[in-house]
């Protein structure tokens, strides 16, 4: 429309402009290819051509969020980095992760998912240099296991010799979670469980999946509650289950973080994605409706997986 005022002016702007539409449209009409000019994410995902996380969250960012993990003090010193982050996020970009509903939205997804990767990964406490949410990525396993979590299933039967304690960037515990994930990630990590503790790019790729994929059939994943593509049932609303950062500690946690009231180990959760927020210029203010699960029941009780296993 207001092209039309400058169009004797520039001739040249308006036919680029015209081609740009034109093919727009036969980008709509041909659902195989779209024909944008940004890469891999361009193939055959409904999130062609919108930014790509490299685009809104660059080096400088995960830095400052991360900014104690390669002190002396830390436990993971030289292990992750940014360019590891970026490629594993390459197969669920076109999924939709870090790609969904524009910018702000998008950079939401990031400081969320990174906020969990953060309070599960921080060796920071009260006192700590920099305060106790500046030590994110300060482990990639945990140091100390009390067991070797092995438990008797037949399909993802322990390896001799092998311990299934937490590794990674959304730390896996016992065989059978490491049989689920090597299984989804082609990584035989039921034999070599010690890759997520070697590889900072599986071990991100494994949590980004356990973000994006439910526990269960017909529930939402935590990129689901978190984006806005889930629409809770009668029953979730009744408990308390809605859309925002709140339902994916449910998601990802159940029972061990929600419904317990303003435990800590919810609000350290909270306090992590609100920091990444405020570093990364969306601002706390942003965090969206139910942000915390202090009165949700969980979607899948504690008390079932024993059941269930
Ligand atoms: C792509 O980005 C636009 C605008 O930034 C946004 O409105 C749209 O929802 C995004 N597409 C998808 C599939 O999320
Ligand atoms: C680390 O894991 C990634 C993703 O699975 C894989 O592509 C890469 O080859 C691995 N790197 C090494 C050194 O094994
Ligand atoms: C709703 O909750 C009730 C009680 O927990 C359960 O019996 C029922 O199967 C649930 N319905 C759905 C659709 O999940």
Known sequence: MAAKKVS????????????????????????????????????????????????????YQFENLFSKRNTPVAHAVGFWDYQSFITASTAYQPQGFGTTGGKQMQMKEVAA???????????G???????????????????????????????????????????????VYWNYNYG??????????????????????????????????????????????????????KNDTLAKRLPGFGTTMNVLYGDLVCGQGSADSMNNIISHYQYYLDLMGVGRELSGDNLDCAEQ??????AEKSSSS
């Not at 029941?297 to 504690?302: E, G, I, L």
């Open 297 to 302: 029941q969980a979607f899948n009780p504690s």
């Open 8 to 59: 004797s002016a520039i001739p040249m702007a308006i036919s680029m402009l015209v081609f740009v539409l034109g093919v727009g449209v036969v980008a709509a009409k041909s659902k195989k290819e779209k024909l944008c000019t940004k890469g891999w994410e361009c193939k055959a995902s409904v999130y062609c051509c919108n930014q790509t996380i490299s685009d809104l969250f660059q080096v």
């Open 180 to 233: 689920t994930v090597g299984k989804e990630l082609k990584v035989d990590l039921l034999s070599h469980p010690e890759y997520l503790e070697q590889n900072a790019t599986l071990a991100f790729q494994a949590a980004m999946w356990r973000w994006m994929t439910p526990i269960k059939k017909k529930q939402p994943s935590a990129h689901d509650v978190f984006v806005g593509n889930w629409k809770p049932t």
């Open 125 to 171: 406490y009260g006192v700590a240099t920099g305060g106790p949410l500046a030590w994110g990525l300060c482990y990639n396993r945990e140091l100390s296991p009390s067991k070797s979590y092995c438990e008797d299933s037949y399909v993802y039967p322990c390896t001799p010799g092998v311990e299934y304690y937490g590794r990674g960037a959304l730390p």
């Open 113 to 123: 998912f990174l906020g969990h990767v953060g309070s599960k990964t921080s060796c």
